[in-house]
């Protein structure tokens, strides 16, 4: 080689990108410039300098981009399984799953820097408004009715799925009511609500204040003037229609299902005309109830015992209708030796929705849901709360 193609500028440029570069195919072609025999050099280096250093630099940044992206979607793919076995995230497993299908990295970052985040947040909401908490302490509560001194009980909970020692007094006269349930939230305000039915048909909303007791014991809001004591079964699902606000689902006497649909305040956006939800037919359960979400879809979902005591799964659609209306899934037997069967939600903190059950020996037994529309362990339950509970006409 001659001194002067050695000294060329073209030569020199090339050499510098060769020993500094980083991506493989810079280095590879500025190497192939630079061993073009001598007659070839010149064009070599020249097409090298315009267009060829380019060209390698871009299949680089593609290499490095394809590189990174797949250690996204590796990670985004065990966010989603992870989700998916949970069975309890559902803005998470969709927001997984959007973020794989598309495929970029722009959506792959997106989702990893924030989109979990927000999607997590909005799981742990939704799961907290399906848990009892009265007090405030955000671990789940019970309450209970004594039917003999009408005396309301507060038993706080762990968050374990156990009770604490004692409980609390926190209001008297409960015995009149024939009905006594939790809608969560009703009115908006960030507090579980209690709802009393009255012998004369009137529903009346006690209003909690976070922290045990009441922002209106003395003088409960009037939500229902009359007739509610024609429904045969009455409760709440939370928000069963999607709108954001508590809802109270009751059944009739002819067997079919109605849906009133609350106004996040103390009133209804139907109340005159409430949405039938269920035609005929659910007079043959001997109990109704809902655990909210109870297969993780995101929807609140309402449970259903039969006379020959098996449970069934009706799943909510999320807009105030079912997935699966005329063919519920059954989701346990012999649940017709219990005395009383409901659902604070999720009770021992693991993010799937949970049943309580009281026996004949007044024991409370807990059966604690997977998530996925069953149980953690069909065969067995919890015992948690001893002998005494047969005492208590209402308990949620």
Do not use: C
Not at 79 to 98: C, H, T, V
Not at 371 to 385: A, E, F, R
């Amino acid at each position: 080689m001659t001194d002067e193609l050695v000294a060329a500028p073209n030569r020199q440029f090339v050499l510098y990108v060769h020993n500094n570069a980083k991506g493989v195919e810079v280095k590879l072609a500025s190497q192939i410039a630079l061993n073009a025999p001598d007659e070839q050099l010149d064009q070599a280096l020249r097409d090298f300098v315009f267009t060829g250093g380019t060209a390698a630099n871009k299949r680089d940044e593609d290499a490095a981009a394809a590189k990174e992206l797949a250690g996204y979607l590796a990670q985004i793919t065990k966010i989603r399984d992870d989700a998916r076995a949970d069975g309890y995230s559902p803005n998470l497993l969709a927001a997984a799953g959007k973020a794989l299908a598309d495929n970029t990295l722009v959506a792959t970052q997106t989702f990893l820097l924030k989109g979990q985040e927000e999607a997590r947040a909005l799981d742990v909401a939704f799961r907290q408004k399906r848990t009892w908490d009265f007090d405030g302490d955000k671990k789940p509560d019970l309450v209970a009715a004594d039917s003999s001194t009408g005396i309301l009980w507060l038993y706080k909970g762990k968050g374990d799925g156990t009770l604490e020692d004692g409980r609390t007094n926190i209001g008297t006269g409960w015995a009149k009511w024939t009905a006594v349930f939790s809608p969560g939230d009703f009115n908006g305000d960030g507090f579980n609500d209690v709802i009393a039915r009255s012998k004369a048909g009137e529903l009346f909303l006690y209003r909690g204040n976070g922290k045990g007791r009441w922002l209106n014991g003395t003088a409960p809001d009037k939500i229902g003037s009359s007739g509610w004591q024609a429904f045969t079964a009455i409760f709440s699902p939370g928000d069963f229609n999607g709108d954001g606000f508590a809802d109270v689902i009751v059944r009739n006497t002819a067997g079919q299902l109605k849906l009133y649909r609350g106004n996040g305040g103390t009133g209804w956006l139907n109340g005159t005309s409430p949405d039938t939800i269920g035609t005929s037919g659910w007079n043959q359960f001997t109990a109704i109830f809902s655990p909210g979400d109870f297969n993780g879809d995101g929807f609140a979902d309402v449970i259903a015992r039969n006379t020959s005591g098996e449970l069934k799964l009706y799943r909510g659609d999320g807009v105030g209708h079912w997935l699966n209306g005329s063919s519920p899934e059954t989701v346990g037997t012999g649940w017709n030796q219990y005395t009383m069967i409901f659902s604070p939600g999720d009770f021992n903190s693991d993010g799937r929705a949970d049943v309580i059950v009281r026996n004949s020996a007044g024991e409370l037994r807990l059966h604690r849901g997977n998530g996925k529309g069953s149980w953690i362990d069909p065969t067995s339950n919890i015992l948690i709360g001893r002998t005494g509970w047969n005492a208590f006409s209402f308990v949620f």
